[in-house]
């Protein structure tokens, strides 16, 4: 069996691998919005579900060892495969998708669809391969008669997921930094590779035992321990029904709390990539813990059956852990959050679902294969029902409140049910109920007394939506906006500068201007100002419905019928566009090393910026104050995809402290002017509005303010020359923890 272990370790590595990489390369490839996030992690589920399911009735029919573990073996080579094809199909796709013809004639709904039915495509039977992988290893272990063979699903599940949480770790930590997303790749293909052939080697050696027949694999099923979620077996009715709707139903809150705590602790943890890795990473952990814990207990069936009553009398209080958990009165550092929010759970859903399994399957590949498959169906629906319904509507407390009610449902029918005395229990009535008594009283308490994040923020508008919780907060010009917790914005006059130092510096009167992400609205309301058509985009659609809380003037500002608001990844947009416009003002979301923003400033970005801009057109990138190899890493993508680059670092007047930098880049050359030439091209509502939060200052000399502090380009690079560019595929501004750790220069 141990071999089965390492086999399978190895495999769940590169699953986590593909699953982490495949998700951000069809975000390159198709845009960061919530539903083609929602497509890809649901294809990848689906094709579990559906391998797990064919591999299992396939399975059915592989008499021995030797042809099982050849199916297991063409399985992983299909997967090494998928390692090379997918990010050539995902490419292919976004060509064919962006052709000027189908993306004009293509609005946002129909894009979505299309891009959809690309990702499934292209990913798909390599996810299928991956599922089927369970069950052909069951049959196989069946086949030899291991010891344990009846509880070989758990063995798997624990070996799997102690493989994939090395894989988010490593992936996360090390390897996309140091080989980018591609190469990442090649490591877990070469991975799948090995398997396929270890796979081989020991399907020639094993011995060509004859396997058991379906109806004996049927026979030796023990229900016992699972009397708790299931039917009287003595009585004749079977455990079916009741197993299954538990393994679905453990899938479904599992995945769906997952995305809910993402959001939870955001606010503690940040919005980098380091934040998603840590929540999957402390959920792995926790179900390694759980599934090792069922293992260690699963060779008694008495005391197997005393841990499936104890847990489902318990798993309801234990999921709403993670309001306390994320109660900002709560002193506690970001990482004991997850864990006292994350692991208790966790460790729960983990006995439960291998133990569901094995008591379902008795080790029958064909059976273990449709069980796992319900799990993972639930799995695709949970992330679904949560970020689509549950956290638009009810926000992150009421989301997990409406997923712990199922859980405290089946608690309820497990302390009532008189059946489990016959199970073997040793659980009187009295001690069920006073488990499940305390179960109920702890949920309350914590439902009704934890609060969340936002409570911390005065005078607070709240916005949920299916991409992010939006809080507006504060008064005058004190107000701040929050983006899952993370202070995006605020009223500041270099938001301003965004739109008028670059339309300034247009040798000829603007017609019209794109900005890329919204904020507060302040540089959208600015860019108005010179009376031209003005097109905002921002990912999120609660950002710009508080336009009105920042600017009492918003809606006599939308009423002049210039401005346009869209609501779309920005990146997006623009590659779908057929407009050309003689202004674009970027500015990511900070801080500079939030998740997925280095799809705003990579070379591939500013392809796609060069065909969307006029000839003589300007572009102006705002980059937060950073690490200076992340600067050097933008501003040498700048110098390459633009002729000419000007680069001013920012200081806020008002605070007089460092807020980054403005670059303005073209492909015609940018005139040099003094500040009083500058203030002379605005028109007189620019002008009101360029010292609106700087009245002790004239137009001019705000401009001179931002002028005096010019720097040649290639000043910033020698900060870093080393630094390479910021591309897709090496996304140096969101993994960074090698270089700042060791002091690595690429």
């Known amino acids: 069996m141990t071999w089965y272990f390492v086999v399978f370790a190895a495999s769940g590595f590169a699953s986590l691998v593909y699953e982490v990489v495949w998700l951000r390369l069809a975000m390159a490839a198709f845009g960061v919005t919530t539903p083609l996030v929602s497509t890809v992690l649901s294809v990848f589920m689906a094709g579990l579900a559906l391998g797990s399911w064919a591999g299992g009735r396939l399975a059915r029919r592989l008499a021995t060892a030797g042809p099982a573990l050849r199916a297991y073996g063409l399985s992983e080579a299909v997967i090494a495969v998928g390692s090379l094809l997918v990010p050539v199909a995902l490419g292919w796709g976004r060509a064919v998708l962006l052709h000027d013809r189908l993306a004009i004639a293509w609005d946002s709904t129909a894009y979505h669809v299309a891009s959809g039915v690309w990702v499934a495509i292209a990913l798909l039977p390599f996810c299928v391969a991956m599922g089927a992988t369970v069950p052909f290893a069951l049959a196989a272990i069946r086949s030899e008669r291991a010891a344990g063979a009846q509880r070989a699903f758990s063995y798997l599940y624990l070996a799997n997921v102690a493989g994939a949480t090395a894989g988010t770790l490593v992936t996360a930590l090390v390897l996309v930094e140091l080989l980018g997303f591609r190469r990442t790749l090649l490591v877990a293909g ?63 809150t599992s995945l769906a709390m997952e995305v809910v705590w993402l959001r939870q602790f955001a606010p503690y943890l940040g919005p980098d990539v380091y934040t998603f890795a840590s929540v999957l990473a402390t959920y792995l952990v926790a179900t390694t813990l759980g599934s090792r814990f069922y293992r260690a207990l699963a060779s008694s069936r008495a005391m197997t059956a005393r841990l499936a009553v104890v847990t489902w009398l318990v798993v309801g209080a234990l999921s709403l852990l993670p309001l306390v958990a994320a109660d900002p009165r709560v002193p506690l550092s970001g990482g004991m959050r997850l864990i006292l929010g994350i692991v208790p759970f966790s460790v729960a859903v983990a006995v439960l679902t291998p133990m569901l399994v094995d008591r379902w399957s008795a080790g029958a590949p064909d059976r273990a294969g449709s069980a796992y498959a319900l799990n993972v169906v639930g799995s695709i629906l949970g992330p679904l029902l949560a970020g689509f319904l549950l956290l638009p509507t009810l926000g992150e407390r009421g989301a997990l409140l409406v997923l712990a009610l199922p859980l405290f449902g089946v608690a309820v029918v497990v302390a009532a049910r008189p059946s489990l005395l016959a199970s073997g229990t040793a659980l009187t009535t009295r001690l069920r109920v006073t488990f499940l008594a305390l179960a ?147 500015d990511p979301p900070p801080p500079v090393e939030a998740a997925a923003s280095s799809l705003l400033y990579s070379r591939e970005f500013y392809e796609a910026v060069r065909r969307r801009l006029a000839p003589d057109g300007i572009v102006q990138q705002w980059v937060p104050f950073s690490e200076p190899q992340t600067v050097v890493s933008i501003a040498r993508v700048l110098d390459e995809a633009f002729p000419h680059v000007r680069v001013f670092p920012a200081i806020d007047p008002v605070s007089e402290y460092p807020v980054g930098v403005h670059f303005l880049a073209s492909a015609r050359s940018l005139p040099t002017l003094g500040g009083e030439a500058l203030a002379a091209r605005l028109p007189a509502a620019a002008r009101a509005d360029l010292v609106e939060w700087t009245s002790d200052m004239s137009p001019t000399a705000v401009f001179d303010w931002i002028l005096r502090r010019e720097r040649s380009l290639d000043v910033f690079i020698r900060l870093a020359p080393w630094m390479p560019p910021l591309e897709d595929d090496r996304p140096f501004n969101e993994y960074y923890l090698v270089r700042r750790w060791l002091g690595w220069q690429g």
């Not at 016992?224 to 079977?238: E, K, S």
């Not at 504060?474 to 670059?502: C, D, E, I």
């Not at 999120?540 to 346009?564: N, T």
């Open 440 to 586: 109920v009283v702890a949920g309350l308490a914590i439902g009704g007394f934890s609060r969340g994040w936002e409570a911390t923020v005065s005078g607070r508008v709240v916005r949920h939506d299916h991409t992010a919780t939006v809080v507006a907060g504060g008064t005058g010009q004190t107000k701040r906006l929050f983006v899952n917790g993370y202070a995006a914005t605020s009223l500041t006059p270099v938001t301003k500068w965004m739109a008028h130092l670059p339309l300034a510096h247009l040798s000829r009167p603007p017609e019209n201007a794109l900005v890329i992400c919204f904020g507060m609205g302040t540089t959208f309301r600015s860019a108005l100002a010179w009376g031209i058509h003005v097109t905002a985009v921002d990912l999120v659609p609660s950002v710009p419905s508080l336009f009105a809380f920042f600017h009492p003037d918003a809606p006599a500002v939308l009423a002049g019928g210039r401005g346009r608001i869209v609501i779309d990844d920005g990146r997006r947009f623009l590659e779908r566009s057929a407009s050309r416009w003689d202004v674009i003002i970027v």
């Open 190 to 252: 070469a991975s799948n590779a090995v398997l396929a052939v270890a796979a081989l080697v020991r399907s020639l050696r094993v011995a060509a035992v004859p396997g058991e027949a379906p109806a004996r694999r049927r026979a030796v099923l023990d229900t016992a321990a699972l009397a708790p979620i299931g039917g009287d077996h003595a009585g004749g009715r079977g455990p079916g029904v009741g197993i299954l709707v538990g393994l679905t139903l453990t899938g479904l």
